[in-house]
């Protein structure tokens, strides 16, 4: 029994030390060679071959994660029919479907395949074949940006798509015919493509879904028809994000006093018809919630014609017939914010955005108090509602004496100032400062020109939080003079409002229709292009440049 059990624990210390032996070595250098394909089966470039297995060989043991999203493959298969194994140091593919007659397919291994120990990935891993007798060279190549700068220097996660004229599905729907990805920074080239007519498309594939969510993400098409029949070069896309889903109202119901009619989407234009607008009946807009009041009816109804835009250009154009119901619910607060530029060089600007809409307003504890006991009292004048249907924002403007040579200034609405249509006002103060500036410290003027003869132009001069500073639109020149500027870093851009509705309108893909086209005065010397430097005391002469247009670059002819 001894020598049993001694020869139990040799057997026990043998195995142990057998299997150690297989284990990753503790210490040592780290493992940064990718693996090495030794054999892929069908060989690379393949003609008049129908493959029904892939078969990748590799130096080191490798696995394969999420494959069935990893691996781009050109022309587009079912690859929710597609089984990935990995056996040690080999990757097999079943296809498990029918491939096309004459195609040439590519499959772009990306970073599905990578070694078992540090996530090493073979570099630009690729398969080419053909089940025809050539295989197709024509290349569809460009660049990709988005239509607003992003916080991210690279580009990641950026795909570009070309469906064939046959297909009934796009960008929105389904994977493309033909897909690839674009580098770092935006440059993409499709190869291997059968001549032939296409639409194309790029978008932001965060999900790896191979299409574009709408809701979510950005995306971009050329409104023409691609002919390929040689290799395209210089196409580009802007991406932007176009909510296309049906702008409808999901519910109009009474929510206490008041009726909510709850949308699908924000609207931007908001329209509403009654003979006792702003007398008995008002509205206020919160996110998707437009909310209507009625201070008189009681446990009745009234036709309410209602007209909403969305940010593509869909309308909802109705009347409803708004209920107003006696309730014990009690009333919403009033709760006021205001927002406004914190210095100022005559006028004191400021707005002051309401949760409901303002009936009435005590002037008697509105004021401007610049020294421990004297006031500026604020006056009817001075205010005014930004859209005379919607009484939730008010806008000020105070004119400061040149004579007051005190630097800052407070804006005082103290508790009770404001009255809304429930009868509640409010129950907090509201105080904000203000500091006079120095007109010596100001740039005395900066000229921005931009290039084109296109017209309306908004041109904006932003912070570096991305809010508008300064704004002018031009109707009939492609030049602003902007006067007495902070000294600051800034982004400057310009609009072309092509539809005229004095903002920019994103695309429509339905329509056929590109967003409206944002240039950015850039400086390619600068660390960051498009930060412009403004000192007191400055002029400054700038000149915008358009972009290069959407789509295909149309060659000139040369003349004989």
């Known amino acids: ?47 008049n071959i129908k493959p029904d297995i892939i078969e990748l060989e590799f130096d080191e043991y490798v696995k394969a994660e999420t494959p069935n999203k990893q691996i781009i493959i050109t022309p587009r298969i079912n690859k929710d ?59 569809f190549s460009g660049n990709v940006s988005f239509i607003f700068p992003q916080k991210q220097k690279n580009i990641t996660d950026v795909l570009i798509g070309l469906y064939t004229l046959e297909d009934t599905t796009n960008v929105l729907t389904a994977a493309p015919y033909y897909i690839g990805q674009t580098d770092s920074i935006g440059n993409f080239t499709l190869t291997n493509i059968k ?172 004021f401007i108090k610049y020294d421990s006991a004297s006031y500026l009292y604020v006056k009817p004048e001075m205010l005014s509602f930004k859209d005379s249907s919607d009484r939730t924002l008010i806008n000020i403007r105070i004119n400061i004496p040149d004579s007051l040579k005190q630097e800052t200034y407070t804006l005082y609405a103290m508790d009770s100032t404001f009255m809304d249509i429930e009868g509640e006002y409010n129950e907090k103060k509201i105080e904000n400062a203000f500091r006079k500036l120095d007109i010596e410290t100001l740039a005395e003027e900066i000229k921005v020109t931009v290039n084109t003869d296109l017209f309306p132009i908004i041109i904006q001069i932003m912070d570096k939080k991305e809010e508008i500073i300064e704004e002018q639109y031009l109707t009939n020149t492609n030049i602003a003079i902007f006067k007495n500027l902070e000294a600051a870093t800034y982004n400057i851009r310009a609009i072309l409002d092509i539809n005229e509705n004095r903002r920019w309108d994103t695309s429509n893909m339905l329509e056929n229709r590109q967003a409206e086209p944002i240039y950015y005065l850039e400086n390619s010397e600068n660390p960051e292009p498009r930060d412009t430097i403004i000192r007191g005391g400055w002029s400054l002469d700038l000149t915008i440049q358009p972009n290069q247009a959407i789509g295909i670059p149309k060659k000139e002819e040369k003349k004989p």
């Open 195 to 366: 001549e032939g007519k296409y639409k194309a498309y790029a978008w932001h594939d965060q999900n790896n879904s191979l299409k574009a969510e709408e809701k979510l993400e950005s995306y971009s098409f050329i409104t023409d028809t691609i002919n390929i029949t040689k290799n395209i070069e210089e196409a580009k896309f802007y991406l932007t994000k176009s909510d296309l889903s049906d702008f409808k109202i999901n519910r109009a119901a009474a929510t206490g006093k008041s009726y909510d009619l709850v949308l699908s989407k924000y609207p931007i234009e908001i329209n509403i018809e009654h003979q006792e607008l702003n007398k008995n009946l008002f509205y206020r807009q919160s996110e998707k919630t437009i909310r209507l009041y009625h201070t008189t009816l009681i446990n009745d109804s009234t036709a309410v014609k209602i007209s909403f835009t969305d940010s593509v250009g869909f309308k909802i154009d109705t009347t409803i017939y708004a209920k107003f119901e006696n309730s014990d619910r009690k009333n919403e607060k009033l709760e006021p914010t205001i927002k406004s530029k914190r210095n100022f060089l005559k006028n004191i600007e400021a707005s002051i955005q309401f949760n409901k809409p303002i009936q009435k307003i005590n002037y008697y504890s509105l």
């Open 81 to 139: 029919e597609m089984e990935v194994i990995t056996n040690k140091n080999r990757v097999i593919i079943n296809l498990n479907q029918e491939l096309e007659d004459s195609t040439t397919y590519v499959f772009n291994f990306q970073k599905s395949i990578k070694d078992i120990t540090e996530n090493n990935v073979p570099e630009n891993l690729k398969l080419v074949f053909s089940t025809g007798p050539t295989i197709d060279s024509l290349t």
């Open 1 to 47: 029994m001894k020598y049993l059990k001694h020869l139990v624990i040799y057997i026990i210390f043998l195995t142990i030390s057998s299997c150690a032996k297989q284990g990753t070595p503790m210490g040592g250098p780290r493992d940064e060679d990718p693996p090495k394909l030794l054999t892929i089966t069908p060989a690379n470039e393949t003609v």
